[in-house]
């Protein structure tokens, strides 16, 4: 089973910058492919902010294009997204996200989540 683990979250104030990291780790042989970042903010639905193929290709939601970049090193099978110019609209639980290949069977996989917070 592959998990996938977060950090980088806290409390910044508008205009400052955090980098979240998403590592995959498991027992089992496996290949990431797609990766991305999701956030859901309370009372809201989880939305996209931003996703890369393996191959780097990357698509990002509007209201953080030109804000945030996402990054991946394959070898580490870890993602990192960083986020600039953040605004109090920002604030959200960010979730990492994977589809995950173990034994010839894909199965999109969330981290746990972690939590930024955007002060004005």
């Known amino acids: 089973q592959v998990q996938l683990v977060e950090s980088g979250g806290g409390l910044v104030q508008a205009g400052g910058s955090l980098r979240l990291s998403c590592a995959a780790s498991?027992?089992?042989?496996?290949?990431?492919?797609?990766m991305g970042w999701y956030r859901q903010a309370p009372g809201e639905q989880r939305e996209l902010v931003a996703t890369?193929?393996?191959?780097?290709?990357?698509n990002y939601a509007d209201s953080v294009k030109g804000r945030f970049t996402l990054s991946r090193d394959n070898a580490k099978n870890t993602v990192y997204l960083q986020m600039n110019s953040l605004k109090p609209e920002d604030t959200a639980v960010y979730y990492c996200?994977?589809?995950?290949?173990?034994?010839?069977?894909?199965?999109?996989?969330w981290g746990q989540g972690t939590q930024v917070t955007v002060s004005s």
């Open positions: 996200n994977a589809w995950v290949t173990v034994a010839y069977t894909t199965t999109n996989v």
């Open positions: 498991g027992r089992s042989t496996f290949s990431i492919n797609a």
């Open positions: 890369i193929s393996r191959d780097h290709s990357t």
